[in-house]
């Protein structure tokens, strides 16, 4: 809705650099119709780019106290919108690159404001311009308006709990990336449930649902000797 602040989590990481605390990859992507049946196409930010580049910030978490840096490079590119940016050496920041390279970041959510849009009589909305005011990178399932829409299988859900536990137990992290890892975790647990039960409907030969959250339960158990003060 035109006038109103979106936010929209829609980018891929390509490339981190962890020596350089230089993140690249892309905020959005052209033609791909999202989970809010929009479609954003190319040339929708070009005008924030030419007209206001030095005021669209790089934050964490969608949080305006706390930057990771500015941006040095965001164009438009026929897949998307393309950024590189230099993450500035602050706590969080610190933390954003161990979430990166801990592979549990690999997306990114940026806050905007529709300015020119068509809707179709399907109702699919194709949005034309933005005023971009920041990219973020969010914790998985962390923030509210970026919800996480589910894994496809137990394996990429094993894997991803295996990461949080494993950053949890050996990263020096803030209480905040601490607080939000534990939330993710939290809705993994309750995510690893409902597909074990969905996938055990599929298939009469496969084992219950409280048999395929078993193999969860080393890791998941982890999670109760976390405790936030």
Known sequence: MKGILELKNTGSVS???VKSRIVSGYLS?????????DIIVKGAFQKSINERFSSIFFLYQ???SKPLGKFKTLQEDQKGLYFEA???ETSYGVDQLKLYESGLVNEHSIGFQTIKSDTATS???TIKEVKLYEG????LGANSQTPFTGFKSQTQQKDAISKIVTLMKNGNLTDDTFIQLELALKMLQSEAYELGKTENTQSKNEPSADT???AYEPLLNTLTSFKIN
Do not use: C, L, P, Y
Request: hydrophobic share 30%; glycine share 4%; charged share 30%.
């Open 15 to 17: 490339d981190v650099d």
């Open 29 to 37: 992507s052209f033609d791909n119709i999202d989970s809010d049946n």
């Open 62 to 64: 969608h949080d305006w």
């Open 86 to 88: 230099e993450i500035v």
């Open 123 to 125: 109702g699919t909305r």
């Open 136 to 139: 973020s990178a969010v914790t």
């Open 212 to 214: 395929q959250m078993k």
